[in-house]
């Protein structure tokens, strides 16, 4: 009985393997996509209230900004 000894070498890819740094499309998509959302969430954080200050100042009857921001 023989066994068979398989080495598994550190570093440089095998013949006819990827590189490591090619990434996938689907590898790609989802960063970019998780990259546009933490944008967009900064982006609506900062400016939800300065887009509702522009609309209630092109509104009819136009208020001033003290009406604007007054509870009362």
Known sequence: MSSKVVLKTKGKSTKG??????KSASKLLKEWSTWTMKKAKVVTHYGFIPLVIIIGMNSEPKPSLYQ????V
């Open 68 to 71: 604007l921001l007054s509870p």
């Open 17 to 22: 393997s990827k590189p490591a740094d090619d």
